[in-house]
């Protein structure tokens, strides 16, 4: 990446070794012109800035347009944007989307992986005994599909709470904040979302075959 300046103002960016053939069509250029022969002909390389560390909950970064001079080298860094609350509740509703689809996969796999403890191809296969004649594929059946049914609720009921949390606000980002600060504890989130199945297995029931007597 490199750009063109005259008296330390950038001219063109970006630009490339390319551009300066085709602006300077009367010079033999080598393949790989080094700095100093480039420097001759204002033209210098430019370096992307590591992207600075942020709180992702209240700020985002962008790329600088420009690059910079700093020390004598050209960089392009970054700036930091405050989010807006409507930008704060847009966040909110994706980090739920992001979360819900790979928990429901995994509930999904936790009860098809109880049902293959007794053998059965999955849950859906398990349930399918339901009628059968014999005692004890009908009883797990029945207790598949309860267990089935319980779990989807809880899930389910777990969501809904998640999804009725206040949305985020600076406001109420600043509150905590400014209270956290003057009590000395430490900075807790506003909202809570699941990340895994590892959060919400709690209110998912206990999976255990019932005994046939």
């Not at 602006?23 to 370096?47: C, E, I, M, Y």
């Not at 509150?175 to 000395?184: E, I, K, V």
Request: hydrophobic residues 40%; charged residues 25%; aromatic residues 8%.
């Amino acid at each position: 990446m490199y750009l063109k300046a005259e008296n330390d103002t950038v001219i063109k960016f970006p630009y490339s070794i390319g551009r300066l053939r085709k602006d300077n069509p009367n010079t033999s250029f080598p393949n790989r012109p080094n700095s100093d022969s480039l420097a001759g002909f204002g033209v210098f390389s430019v370096r992307l800035d590591k992207p600075p560390a942020f709180d992702e909950t209240r700020q985002r970064i962008t790329k600088n347009p420009e690059p910079e001079l700093r020390a004598g080298a050209w960089v392009v860094g970054w700036t930091f944007h405050a989010l807006s609350d409507d930008e704060l509740a847009e966040n909110f509703v994706n980090s739920i989307s992001a979360a819900v689809g790979p928990i429901k996969r995994d509930v999904q796999a936790r009860l098809d992986a109880f049902a293959r403890t007794r053998d059965y191809d999955s849950c859906m296969s398990c349930i399918t005994y339901k009628s059968s004649a014999h005692a004890m594929f009908a009883s797990d059946a029945t207790y598949m599909e309860t267990a089935r049914d319980n779990t989807w609720m809880a899930l389910i009921t777990l969501l809904d709470e998640v999804k009725s949390q206040p949305v985020p606000t600076n406001a109420a980002i600043d509150s905590r904040d400014a209270t956290a600060l003057n009590s000395g504890e430490e900075v807790t989130p506003l909202v809570t979302v699941p990340n895994s199945i590892e959060d919400i297995e709690h209110v998912l029931p206990i999976l255990e075959w019932p005994e046939i007597l």
